[in-house]
């Protein structure tokens, strides 16, 4: 009833159609199907009206790709979840386009340039200037051969000049006080090689400065130490026997009072240590590198401040007993001394994973806090017996530990996955260590997974000490 009158609706039946009132606008609808419901193109609601199992009402059949209750889509069969990350496999309707890997999912966060599509989307994300290398090489060049004086070709070109060197072997090479802009592209097999006698191959101050796809080797303190500048970018360079004394200062790449590095995708292999900056300011972007037997700290930041500190997705192995002739086997693989992040941007070191270690009794995978520093986190690491201590908090303020993955077997210096204390003269608080797993054993036999000297004010939660299924694999597990 409406207005105190009835309303009332007709149908007419003509053979096995229905006739009646669909759109508002009383458009007629047909129910070709004779399913009892009308077409979706005049306002009825059969998504298929040539299918009489097609219907609102109809039974849904999980993954067979027919939309049988019109409900907009077919029914996702029920998934099994096999990597437990809450979403099920794409093969049965799910979303989840690696059910073997729980860092794999939509909700996952995408790591740039690994040529892994983390969050499902159908590819890698690209990071900013990845193929900075193939596409300064493509551009207009000096082109440098074996036998052409390096540092002639520098000083005599203009700032902003691009150099191809052409591959073999540049015996005595070097470049120091490199030009504004200038980059330095090698074709593949381009090796610059000091002879044990040059101190580096790259030295000076530099500012916007790119160095791609070198070979260095057998440089006396340094592959590259600049000094002063900014804007510098070393990528795909590999350095090989170079570096002098302990380690703390010399390495295969050193930077001196600078600001705004990158160090991306380059291997070290028998050199006193990796990257050392010192007295620099952010952004310090130092990612997807590799090494061998690096010597005495893979990365050391030391007396660094500011926004943008990045050291992620490296990898760095001890295997062997060879290294450098006369230089100290590895200490810390990521030393972060004296360092201040931002309370908005702090200090990273995530997803790294270190295996193996020298002789040290004090050694660690990563010491944070070291000398005092602020704003500081370690997350998602993975070390397999990295050394004495798996992760330290040695003091400093504002430091977080968070799901890192600890295994160490029995050795004379094992000791502790985890500790928090106050190890030098600035104080120290607000350390948080949480939801990190752990099975340590230390030179006891002793299950050793987290010690606090109680000096720092600190948060343990949601940690898994021990976690007995942890064993060497975990270094197999990291895909970055």
């Known amino acids: 009833m409406k207005n105190g ?24 609808c047909v129910d070709s199907d004779g399913d009892g419901f009308q077409d979706s193109s005049c306002g009825g609601s059969d998504c298929n009206d040539q299918d009489d199992s097609v219907h609102p009402e109809a039974e849904e059949i999980c993954g067979d790709g027919i939309d049988q209750d019109c409900s907009g889509a077919d029914l996702a069969c029920g998934c099994d979840d096999l990597d437990g990350d809450s979403y099920g496999d794409l093969s049965c309707g799910g979303s989840d386009c690696n059910d073997q890997d729980d860092s794999i999912h939509p909700e996952a966060e995408e790591i740039c340039g690994d040529g892994i599509d ?3 989307s159908g590819a890698d994300l690209p990071c900013p200037n990845e193929s900075a290398c193939a596409d300064l090489a493509a551009g207009a060049q000096v082109i ?5 004086d390096l540092q002639d070709a520098n000083d005599i070109a203009p700032a902003g000049t691009t150099f191809l060197l052409n591959s073999g072997v540049y015996a005595n090479g070097r ?8 980059v330095f592209v090698g074709q593949d097999g381009a090796t610059l090689d000091g002879g044990s006698s040059l101190t580096e191959a790259f030295d000076g101050s530099a500012t916007d400065v790119t160095v791609c796809n070198l070979v260095l080797r057998n440089y006396a303190d340094n592959g590259v130490h600049f000094n002063a500048g900014s804007g510098v970018r070393i990528e795909s360079v590999e350095v090989y026997d170079t570096g002098s004394g ?3 200062t010399n390495g295969a790449i050193r930077f001196d009072n600078m600001s705004d590095l990158t160090v991306l995708h380059c291997y070290f292999e028998r050199v006193s240590s990796g990257v050392l900056p010192t007295s620099c300011s952010g952004p310090i972007t130092i990612e997807h590198n590799h090494g061998l037997n690096t010597g005495r700290n893979f990365v050391q930041l030391a007396h660094v401040s500011g926004g943008g500190i990045r050291v992620r997705y490296n990898s760095m192995d001890r295997d062997g007993t060879y290294v450098a002739t006369g230089n100290d086997d590895v200490e810390d693989w990521i030393s972060v001394y004296d360092v201040d992040g931002l309370p908005a941007d702090p200090v990273e070191v995530s997803y790294n994973r270190a ?38 908090l040695s003091g400093g303020h504002f430091i977080e530990v968070r799901d890192n993955l600890m295994f160490s077997e029995s ?35 002793q299950q050793n997974d987290f010690w606090a000297s109680g000096s720092c004010d600190y948060l343990e939660t949601g940690n898994q000490f021990p976690d007995s299924s942890l064993d060497a694999s975990i270094w197999d597990d990291w895909s970055y």
């Open 411 to 445: 050795w004379p210096s094992s000791n502790i996955a985890f500790y928090s204390a106050d190890y030098g003269s600035g104080g120290c608080g607000d350390h948080v260590i949480a939801n990190n797993r752990a099975n340590w054993i230390n030179s006891a036999n």
């Open 355 to 392: 295996r193996g270690h020298g002789p040290s009794s004090s050694g660690s995978f990563i010491m944070l806090g070291d000398g005092g520093g602020s704003h500081q986190e370690a997350v998602g690491n993975v070390g397999v017996t990295p050394g004495q201590v798996g992760i330290g």
């Open 144 to 148: 440098l051969n074996p036998g052409d």
């Open 118 to 120: 983390q969050d499902c």
């Open 246 to 248: 302990s380690g703390e």
């Open 175 to 182: 470049i120091s006080d490199p030009k504004d802009g200038n």
């Open 5 to 28: 009158m009835y309303v009332v609706t007709v149908a007419l039946f003509v053979g096995s159609g229905l006739w009646g009132c669909g759109d508002d606008d009383g458009a007629t």
